[in-house]
């Protein structure tokens, strides 16, 4: 999606450069900007949300999904919908958690939020 506003706002204002572009300036105006110019506005917004935007969310996803592989039988963590559990048994996409003595549930591994123990130290 952001993807797409930028390649929106970047066509837009090429088009409208263009349209100015085609302007000729009167007698004895002072000299226009080069042409090349007119891009580097474009180039600074899209530094700007690739630094600020992008280069954040994709870091922080890649830390989830290292987090998700390295899950094992027996931690104790947080699910998404705030369910404090112990992991009994876990598969590719599944994770069986012990909520309780004998009471067991099964949740998408992708619902997993964090460990327990990062809860009790914040």
């Known amino acids: 999606m952001l993807k797409s506003m930028i390649l929106t706002l970047s ?3 090429t088009q409208a450069t263009v349209v100015f572009a ?7 105006a002072p000299e226009t900007a080069p042409a090349w110019m007119q891009f580097v506005p474009i180039a600074v917004i899209m ?10 969310q994709a870091k922080k996803q890649k830390e989830q999904v290292n987090f998700l592989t390295t899950l094992k039988a027996g931690d ?7 369910i ?3 992991i009994s048994g876990i598969n ?10 004998n009471v067991q549930i099964k949740i998408l591994k992708s619902q997993v939020l964090a460990m327990q123990n990062t809860l009790q130290a914040k």
């Open 11 to 13: 066509l837009i204002l």
């Open 22 to 28: 085609q302007t000729t300036p009167a007698p004895g």
């Open 47 to 56: 530094f700007v949300f690739y630094f600020f935007l992008i280069r954040p």
């Open 76 to 82: 104790q963590i947080i699910t998404q919908s705030g």
């Open 84 to 86: 404090l559990g112990k």
């Open 92 to 101: 590719e996409h599944i994770v069986n958690l012990e909520i309780a003595n």
